[in-house]
């Protein structure tokens, strides 16, 4: 599932190196969990004790509660570990809580037991909770406490299990049928599973919503929402790596470059190269040399005074190894480059030559074309 950006969230905790965050969007369902529990669920289980009373198991279960999420994200981010894949973070926020993965695990049999570590540890604290209950010096609070959590803990388990990538038995799903099918193939079902079961939320959402059960309707539709986004998302993901796996720079480069000389002025090059041929940049050359490379975003940031007084070596960016890639580097090692640069294009060189030009547009017009021709 998709994270939250940097922002938003506060660290709370590290557990095995793993930070450990709560997003802000966390306390609204903290804060409605303590307020049904305390002004509906206990008040029915055990009528006419005091408010104190039902607010404080309210507080506590609620509490406890996290805490089993926590716990079902660290079984998921231990197993990942026996993997040899380190869980980034773990965020509890409205939904529930998400355990960020460095990267995808290497195959089926990975992500099965990583997907299943979660439901296994839920599982275990409601068999937990439930014989807690029953503990000879537990009183009937601390017993309605605890089932409460053995109950909620299975609900956690049974609803993770739900074959819908990229919830947990989805991410089964995938890993069951990787081995077989190829990890493409695999997505593409468990998020197809995964799409199906966000819109059968939405609709029991609206049904809910027609009842008169507007809170129920309205988070029914909210989390179907976001499994459908999060489904399509992981899928467009797996389809890119799909589709530029094996594709190198060379592959997808422009060729046959022109370049600008270093001496002349920003507005020559502008009237000569830019306004001229429409591209968004041009390697820059001293003699047989290449030096930099002009963009167009250089050019704009001057105004036209300062075009003609300034030379084309003092605006460009100057070679430096983060604008350059080799004709044989895998293509989406150079995206990510060309994503940290900053500039949406990479010189490519080999040996001090320039060879041509990577540019984000030529990339996503290859990848186009692959897709209509099937490549
Ligand atoms: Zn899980």
């Given amino acids: 599932m998709s994270a939250s950006s940097r922002t938003d969230h506060v660290q709370i905790a590290k557990v095995i190196g793993i930070p450990i965050n709560l997003h802000f969007s966390w306390l609204i369902i903290f804060g409605l969990i303590v307020w049904t529990l305390s002004t509906g669920y206990f008040p029915a289980q055990q009528p006419d004790l005091p408010a104190s009373s039902y607010w404080a198991k309210g507080l506590v279960a609620s509490l406890l509660f996290f805490v089993s999420i926590l716990l079902h994200e660290l079984g998921h981010a231990v197993i990942a570990l026996r993997y040899g894949l380190r869980t980034r973070s773990i965020t509890l926020f409205i939904f529930g809580g998400v355990a960020q993965l460095d990267k995808d695990p290497r195959d089926g049999r990975a992500e099965f037991w990583m997907a299943a570590a979660g439901p296994l540890v839920s599982l275990s604290l409601a ?40 919830m947990d038995g989805g991410r089964l799903l995938r890993g069951a049928l990787w081995g077989s099918l190829g990890k493409a193939r695999a997505t593409r079902i468990a998020s197809g599973a995964g799409t199906f079961f966000a819109y059968f939320l939405i609709v029991a959402g609206v049904f809910s919503l027609i009842r008169g059960d507007s809170l129920s309707g309205v988070w029914y539709i909210l989390i179907g929402w976001f499994i459908k986004d999060a489904s399509a998302a992981s899928y467009q993901q797996v389809r890119l790596d799909e589709a530029l796996r094996g594709v190198t720079v060379r592959d997808a480069m422009v060729e046959a470059v022109g370049t600008i000389p270093s001496s002349g002025s ?9 306004m001229r041929t429409g591209y968004g940049s041009y390697p820059v050359t001293r003699g047989d ?27 460009m960016r100057p070679l430096t190894s983060a604008l350059v890639t080799e004709p044989e580097a895998p293509l989406p090692q150079a995206i990510a480059r060309m994503a940290q640069a900053g500039t949406a294009r990479l010189l490519v060189m080999q040996e001090g030559r320039l060879l041509g030009l990577l540019t984000m547009n030529g990339v996503i017009r290859r990848l186009k074309a692959r897709e209509d021709l099937g490549g």
């Fill in 266 to 274: 920003v507005a020559e090059a502008a009237r000569e190269y830019f």
């Fill in 289 to 315: 040399a290449v030096v930099g490379l002009l963009c167009l975003k250089d050019v704009l940031r001057l105004s036209p005074e300062e075009r003609e007084a300034t030379s084309v070596q003092g605006a």
């Fill in 127 to 166: 068999g937990l909770f439930y014989a807690s209950a029953f503990l000879p010096f537990v009183g009937p609070s601390a017993a309605a406490v605890a089932t409460y959590l053995a109950l909620i803990n299975l609900v956690l388990a049974l609803f993770n299990l739900v074959p819908a990538f990229p």
